[in-house]
């Protein structure tokens, strides 16, 4: 399995971001996929999670600003981010479970494969 994270950059605070994870190497439609993030001298967070049928988690900081979707043709995620802030800033990964099926998880133990993430810098 790998995922292939993409779309990171520089915005102003305020602005919006839309990140992908294209994932290979099984059949994608059946699994969950989560997204994480870690700020340098920080441990890695739990942002958001989509099912594999199509149910979005997100943590409370992001909540209202930040949405993840699926295309399951594609075989790629998406974590749309508006009203971004300056302690959004980290690097994103998008991550994805060993086992089909199953509910939303925030923890990190629960994922098997890591993409290779992609770092946002938010500015002030």
């Known amino acids: 399995v790998q995922l292939q994270a993409s779309g990171g950059g520089l915005v102003q605070a305020g602005g919006s971001l839309r990140l992908s994870c294209a994932a290979s190497?099984?059949?994608?439609?059946?699994?969950?996929m989560g997204w994480f993030r870690q700020a340098p001298g920080k441990e890695r967070e739990f942002v958001a999670a989509?099912?594999?049928?199509?149910?979005?988690n997100y943590a409370d900081s992001v909540k209202g600003r930040f949405t993840s979707s699926r295309d399951n043709a594609k075989n790629t995620v998406y974590l749309q981010m508006n009203s971004l802030k300056p302690s959004d800033t980290a690097v994103y990964y998008c991550?994805?479970?060993?086992?089909?099926?199953?509910?939303?998880?925030?923890?990190?133990?629960?994922?098997?494969?890591w993409g290779q993430g992609t770092l946002v810098t938010v500015s002030s």
């Open positions: 190497g099984r059949t994608f439609s059946t699994y969950n």
């Open positions: 989509i099912s594999w049928g199509g149910v979005a």
């Open positions: 991550a994805t479970p060993d086992r089909p099926y199953g509910s939303n998880r925030a923890g990190a133990a629960y994922y098997d494969y």
